[in-house]
């Protein structure tokens, strides 16, 4: 538990793998949500939000009940369920004890139940840093780790392309590029930038 | 629908990743190879297929409030099934499906079924619509694997990742032999652009074929619409005509009754 | 029978949980004051399935 694991981390799972350029995951809000700044930056920030506490969750749960219990061919039920009913979980608390948290980003909440980057890093925790040797703490504050970074990651690439998109929206597209097509190219360009960021760490 | 158009309707018309943009997720993460498109592919085929006979099946039997988790267990109890599978018969595509085997759960094509034809169907229906639906799914993958693997290495390779019916990697197709003809010693795999096995490759194959697509649609919009441009403009032509004999006939009846 | 047991258990037990925390949230009224930023109709974005404005 040092601040070197955090950072290695952060900075790992933020820029060089990224979540959305380079794993793939939450492709749907990137190219739905993603057309004013404005509900980006809240849709990331409730992304960011719902992805620590869930995979802080679910990494307990196979920590020490799947595993214990010898049943760790049950996660992926176990993990949609889990997160399924902590979004809604969250979303009434906000509801009911703070309005101008719920004002921000209560209505991105149940937008991103099924948001596969949130099911993804929980399932990539599991494979990719728990062992059987590792002590509860360490792995649990590695995995919060990466999904912060991921969570950030998230944030950049959506906010960064809802600024393209609004300039991209005033530009003279050809006909059978407007759309999603344009936006994909676009997010290859963007990804072939961070494909340069590759063996930093 | 008859059966027919039931089945046939996923891979063109009601095609869930070029049509409805459903799963873009898996299309743009496994499909660097041909084999592995093929291999999600079919994965999702059985999941689909089993998620919509048992959801159809027990449709009688759930009340409407908890539909959704009860389906969520369904589909998540069909991906463990296939999650097993696939780790005993073909390791290699485990390992190159990675988080995206399990992550077929939050596929929105498997729900959406369920939801919209399963749950209203009956299992034969329901059972066609899974197979059918899957297999577009399938052609949607196997197209931009296709596409993504010819222009990264030249050629389709068998046998690496989906270890049935040969018994070492064989290629099912390049381009050598041809240039070969001419020259000696070529291999296309030098001149490969190999970004586009890389994830840089799989935005941008994603977004041609996609363009492709709409180009195809726009075409199709244009020429319906000349055709009812040519349809309105002959309606006219011949009310015209109609007015002019009727006038003619007017004038020829004053001249008559002068 | 033991082997069987256990994961029936914790997937019953996490499905009535998931059932519970649905409930609760429907319950739940939206505060006033943000009704109108609930629009379903600029709902057009992910196909998340178990979205609580779909309907």
């Known amino acids: 538990m040092s601040f070197t694991v955090f950072a290695t981390a952060i900075i790992s799972a933020m820029l060089i793998n990224n979540v959305i350029l380079m794993q793939f995951l939450g492709i749907c809000p990137f190219l739905g949500v993603s057309k004013k700044s404005s509900s980006a930056v809240g849709m990331s920030a409730a992304v960011l939000f719902v992805m620590v506490i869930a995979s802080a969750v679910t990494y307990t749960i196979y920590d020490l009940v799947l595993y214990p219990f010898d049943i760790p061919y049950i996660s992926t039920i176990a993990f949609i369920l889990v997160i399924a009913s902590l979004v809604q979980f969250v979303e009434m608390v906000i509801k009911k004890f703070s309005k101008p948290l719920y004002k921000s980003l209560g209505i991105y909440l149940p937008l991103i139940t099924t948001n596969c980057a949130i099911l993804g890093v929980s399932e990539g925790n599991i494979t990719g840093i728990w062992t059987e040797t590792m002590p509860y703490w360490e792995g649990l504050f590695t995995a919060v780790s990466v999904s912060v970074g991921t969570g950030l990651g998230f944030g950049l690439i959506i906010f960064a392309f809802s600024s393209i998109r609004e300039k991209l929206d005033g530009s003279n597209v050809p006909a059978s590029w407007k759309g999603v097509p344009i936006s994909l190219v676009v997010a290859g360009i963007m990804s072939l930038a961070f494909l340069g960021l590759a063996g930093i760490i | ?258 | 029978m033991g082997g069987f047991l256990i994961p029936v258990l914790v997937i019953g037990g996490l499905v009535i949980v998931y059932i519970l925390s649905y409930a609760l949230n429907k319950n739940t009224p939206i505060p006033e004051e943000c009704l109108e930023i609930v629009d379903s109709t600029k709902c057009e974005s992910c196909h998340s399935f178990t979205c609580t404005y779909k309907k």
């Open chain 2, 1 to 258: 629908m008859s059966k027919k158009e039931n089945f046939l309707k996923g891979f063109l018309k009601e095609n869930p990743i070029f049509v409805f943009l459903l799963g873009m997720c898996p299309a743009l993460a496994v499909t660097a190879t041909f084999e592995t498109s093929l291999g999600m592919g079919l994965l999702v085929v059985f999941v689909l297929t089993g998620s919509n006979i048992v959801v159809s099946l027990v449709k009688g039997f759930i009340p409407d409030q908890v539909r959704t988790p009860a389906y969520i267990v369904i589909i998540a109890t069909f991906v463990t099934v296939v999650k097993m599978l696939t780790f005993a018969y073909a390791i290699e595509l485990y390992d190159a499906l990675g988080v995206f085997l399990p992550l077929i759960v939050v596929n929105c094509l498997i729900l959406g079924r369920a939801e919209a034809f399963a749950s209203k169907n009956n299992v034969l229906d329901s059972t066609i619509d899974g197979i059918g639906m899957g297999l577009g799914f399938t052609f949607a993958l196997v197209v931009i694997g296709v596409f993504r693997e010819f222009l990264a290495t030249g050629g389709i390779q068998w046998g690496v990742y989906l270890p049935f019916f040969v018994d070492a990697p064989i290629h099912l197709f390049t381009l050598d032999w041809i240039i070969n003809l001419f020259t000696d010693g070529f291999v296309i795999a030098d001149y490969g652009l190999a970004v586009f096995s890389l994830p840089p490759g799989a935005f941008i194959a994603l977004g041609i074929i996609l363009a492709g697509f709409q180009f195809k649609k726009s075409r199709q919009i244009k020429r319906e619409l000349e055709e009812k441009k040519k349809l309105i403009a002959e309606r006219k032509r011949q009310a015209l005509e109609k007015k002019k004999e009727k006038a003619l006939a007017a004038a020829k009846l004053a001249k008559a009754g002068e």
